[in-house]
């Protein structure tokens, strides 16, 4: 029930258009304050929302609001995350959205498909990426290196045509891998909720 009642939750919220096919006017460029962040859509046949959240590695504690990044084709049946652009190449389908700069983790995934719903939690472990204002950052999900090679270089022939992006395009490293204690409730864990001040625990630092 407890499943249910989120999952209705958050699809009330997302009730809306689908994401914008990126205009040739879009802008941005190394002076914004904001940080633009990509993800492909490789592997999302279905309605996908991620779900990601600031991380203060210092203080060891997720910050600040979450933002959903929503990941689908061509339709998105009437589900929105209000600022996600959709950069369409011939293979490859990208997801952009500028966001405050900051230390950023994936917390959950939230997939609809059909009649089926699926929330997976990255409690577990996940990685933190360091997006830094006036930055173009493409977060590549796989685990293939051949992967992010040439999902680096569609999305950079893609970007080129856009005469007021000039900022670099790259591919974001992590900073580290830690997992988070998400909310309980009735022993279900709710990645979907709100984790402000949760406690994160740092199994591998990459910046050192």
């Keep these: 029930m407890i499943k249910f009642i989120f999952s209705a939750s ?3 919220l997302l009730i809306g258009c689908g994401p914008t096919k990126i205009e040739k006017d879009f802008s941005f460029d190394a002076s914004s304050k904001d940080s633009l962040i990509v993800i492909q859509s490789i592997g999302y046949r279905f309605n996908t929302v991620l779900v990601t959240k600031q991380v203060n590695l210092t203080e060891k504690i997720l910050t600040g609001e979450k933002i959903d990044i929503l990941l689908c084709a061509d339709t998105c049946n009437s589900l929105t995350n209000r600022g996600t652009y959709n950069l369409q190449g011939k293979e490859n389908n990208f997801f952009l959205k500028t966001i ?17 719903e699926t929330i ?14 006036g930055t173009v950052n493409l977060i590549d999900l796989s685990t293939s290196r051949y992967s992010k ?9 893609l970007m080129a045509v856009y005469p007021s992006v000039s900022a670099d395009v790259s591919l974001a490293k992590p900073l580290a891998r830690i997992t988070f204690e998400p909310i309980s409730i009735f022993g279900e864990n709710q990645c979907l909720l709100e984790l402000e001040g949760r406690p994160i625990k740092i199994l591998e630092r990459f910046d050192n």
């Design 100 to 116: 405050p700069p900051g230390r950023y983790m994936i917390a959950a995934k939230w997939t609809h498909e059909l009649r089926k």
């Design 149 to 157: 090679k040439n999902s680096l270089k569609d999305l950079k022939g």
């Design 120 to 133: 997976y939690c990255y409690n577990k472990g996940t990685y933190v990426f360091d997006l830094a204002p």
């Design 10 to 12: 958050l699809l009330f």
